[in-house]
């Protein structure tokens, strides 16, 4: 389960959600049910915080941010739209390759939007399609076979 930073402190201080991603972002581990004093996290967090931490998310393997990525932000952008693989960016630049996806995701140009096809027929041989058709003579059972096309008329 992936935790975003947001995730971690709506049950931890900021202060304790921040330091765990700093140190622990960007790998998984096993989250106990109990909190376990020998835990990688219990390092970070105390006693206290392993036991909120464990009552909200524990018995799941967990995924924290890589709380280093945003200083980088800009240059996997830039990586991304030079055609680099967003495997080899986040290898090089010891990001999660995940943060690097969402980036090209995030910034990728819009697809082209499918136009309607009555606007199309609308607008084009003042309501006749490519074959000479006048969509506008057609008989109530033509647009009968045909009801999404007219519902808007």
Same mark, same amino acid.
């Given at each position: ?57 524990? #018995?799941? !393997? ?7 990525? +945003?200083?980088? *932000?800009?240059? =996997?952008? $830039?990586?991304? %739209? ?46 006749? #399609?490519? !074959? ?7 008989? +109530?059972?033509? *647009?009968?076979? =045909?009801? $999404?096309?007219? %519902?808007?008329?």
């Amino acid at each position: 389960m992936y935790l975003s930073v947001f995730d971690l402190r709506r049950v931890l201080d900021r202060r304790q959600a921040d330091l765990l991603c700093r140190v622990w972002g960007g790998v998984s581990t096993y989250l106990p049910v109990e909190p376990d004093p020998r835990h990688d996290f219990a390092g970070v967090l105390g006693r206290q915080g392993m036991a909120i931490l464990c009552a909200a998310f524990g #018995g799941q !393997n967990v995924t924290l941010p890589n709380a280093n990525h +945003m200083s980088k *932000k800009s240059e =996997i952008v $830039a990586r991304l %739209e030079r055609g680099e693989s967003p495997r080899l960016i986040a290898l090089e630049l010891k990001v999660t390759e995940r943060w690097v996806r969402h980036l090209a995701a995030a910034h990728q140009r819009p697809a082209a939007v499918q136009g309607s096809l009555l606007e199309i027929l609308r607008k084009g041989n003042g309501g006749k #399609g490519e !074959n000479g058709l006048n969509i506008y003579s057609l008989s +109530m059972p033509e *647009k009968a076979a =045909i009801p $999404a096309l007219w %519902e808007s008329e």
